[in-house]
């Protein structure tokens, strides 16, 4: 794989839709991270029942948060 690669030069298009496409990620991954904190911050009075419901096996804590959700 090296080899077929080896002297390619990559176009200055190229170059930037790359650095285009690691900017979005960089911001999908920061409103993410965000999103997570603030659901964190939300469901933080549940917690006991969400590890409750984690011992059902298939529950994980996603699905427990929004079975949480859900009933409110």
Do not use: W
């Amino acid at each position: 794989m090296v080899e077929s690669i080896e002297g390619y030069q990559m176009t200055k298009e190229q170059k930037e839709r790359i650095v285009m496409v690691r900017s979005h990620l960089e911001f999908i991954q920061q409103s993410i991270a965000t999103l997570d904190e603030k659901l964190d911050n939300m469901v933080a009075s549940y917690e006991s029942a969400i590890t409750l419901l984690c011992t059902i096996p298939g529950v994980g804590r996603a699905y427990a948060i929004t079975i949480i959700l859900g009933m409110y």
